[in-house]
């Protein structure tokens, strides 16, 4: 073997992976190479460091194992577990995850997430800053697909501004507004438009409003006429549902 | 009579590692605790297929990375596109990549900064497969007999994956090490 074929082969031997035959090659080749044996102690220091690196727990790692397995394996999940013994596996599998998680995450909240953090991060800031909501209608007038008429900026809440965006790739609009000193995201978009989101249609089908969690967020989902609106904030689900009601009761 | 108990024993004897390749595996940590909770619903509900004698470790590092692949396909839209493949180079350039390779083969720490960042970060430019390769061989511990059975893939594949996961890692490292080396310090890219 030339020194290009050892250093290719050099962490698997540092692994022991290699058959032995190309082990022996390797070593071999070793004994009379210095500069390859620099590099594997080199490959070998990387690795180490790499491996720090990449196992390196952080405590939130452990509470999210906690969480997760107190909510598999309590006792009284269990028996929905095997209430349901007698379908698929697969069917199982599915069917208990949301009876275990009735709030787990859907579609339409990781794409809220999404943007909510990016405003957050300052990544995302409103196009136009506004402080009634007079002048949002008149900002998203032309500017999305469907007509958007609002009703008061909710009480306890200063209205931050609105710009026009995406969900996934669905058109909506954006608006922003600290409740309580929280900044809460509310998002619009035609019922229509709902497909693009299976799980919260189907959700929504069983509960109007739908409530979930996502990371540190609660998540609120209503139609109202043939609009969606969706709100995400670090608010209590009844806050967040007043707020909604109040920002988008148009009468 | 406890039948899941083999399994949590069994999770909980591989709750550091499972952890840690589940959070360097995903695109969003934010998915963490969703999908720990989905690998130990589908565990449990597909326990009674496991066949006590065989390899646990691969069974459920399986389960853990076809979970998080789902996790990381809903969130594709979230990602950087992939990096244009590099054009051939000079031989000065080969030169000049080999010498930042050893140094930093030498002295990871010495010549990147944030060190352990950049490696994180590296790690997560590698496509699912490649990543998932190199993240149970080092954060899981899998020998690469292993992680064919794990991924379902022949050994050599495995091997080959896995060399190739590591090389490309190398050479990000050594990219950024260069770009750094050519900057000056304080004008942080
Ligand atoms: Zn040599």
């Known amino acids: 073997m030339n020194c290009s074929r050892v250093r290719k082969f050099l962490t698997l031997y540092l692994d022991s992976e290699l058959s032995a035959e190309a082990s022996f090659e390797v070593s071999r080749h070793l004994e009379t190479c210095a500069d390859c044996r620099a590099r594997m102690e080199g490959e070998a220091r990387f690795e180490a460091a790499a491996n720090r690196a990449l196992s390196a727990s952080e405590p939130e790692w452990t509470r999210a194992w906690e969480r997760a397995a107190s909510r598999t394996f309590t006792n009284r999940r269990r028996r929905f577990i095997a209430v349901a013994a007698a379908a698929s596996i697969l069917a199982i599998a599915a069917g208990v995850a949301v009876l275990l998680a009735p709030h787990r995450e859907i579609d339409i909240s990781r794409a809220m997430t999404a943007n909510h953090r990016r405003y957050l991060a300052g990544d995302l800031p409103p196009a136009v800053e506004a402080s009634s909501t007079a002048e949002i209608e008149r900002y998203f007038a032309g500017r999305l697909p469907f007509a958007v008429t609002l009703g008061k900026a909710p009480s306890g809440a200063a209205l931050m501004g609105a710009r026009s965006c995406y969900l996934d790739r669905t058109p909506c609009g954006h608006i922003v507004a600290h409740v309580d000193g929280v900044p809460v995201s509310f998002f619009l978009i035609e019922t229509s438009q709902l497909g693009a989101f299976p799980e919260v249609s189907s959700r929504l089908a069983e509960a109007d409003p739908f409530h979930c969690e996502s990371g540190p967020f609660r998540v609120l989902v209503c139609r109202s006429g043939d609009r969606v609106l969706c709100a995400i904030g670090e608010l209590s689900h009844e806050r967040l549902e007043t707020a909604t009601r109040e920002l988008c009761d148009s009468r | ?189």
């Open chain 2, 1 to 189: 009579m406890n039948p899941s108990k083999d399994l949590t024993d069994g999770l909980n004897r591989l709750r550091e590692g499972l952890t840690a390749y589940c959070a360097r595996l995903l695109w969003s940590t934010g998915d963490l605790e969703d999908a720990l909770q989905e690998t130990m619903l589908i565990a449990l509900n597909k326990h009674h297929e496991f066949e006590p004698g065989t390899d646990f470790r691969a069974w459920i590092y399986r389960i853990a990375t076809l979970t998080c692949f789902g996790f990381n396909r809903r969130r594709k839209h979230e990602r950087p596109a992939e990096s244009a493949p590099e054009s051939a180079v000079s031989l000065e350039e080969e030169l000049e990549r080999e010498y930042t390779y050893e140094e930093i083969l030498r002295d990871p720490a010495g010549v990147l900064e944030n060190f352990e960042d950049h490696l994180r970060r590296a790690c997560l430019e590698l496509n699912d497969n490649e990543r998932a390769i190199l993240l149970l061989k080092t954060v899981g511990g899998l020998t690469c007999a292993e992680i064919a059975r794990t991924m379902e893939v022949p050994l050599g594949t495995a091997q080959g994956l896995l060399t190739r996961a590591r090389m490309k890692v190398r050479e990000k490292l050594s990219t950024w090490a260069r770009a750094k080396l050519q900057n000056p310090p304080g004008v942080d890219t």
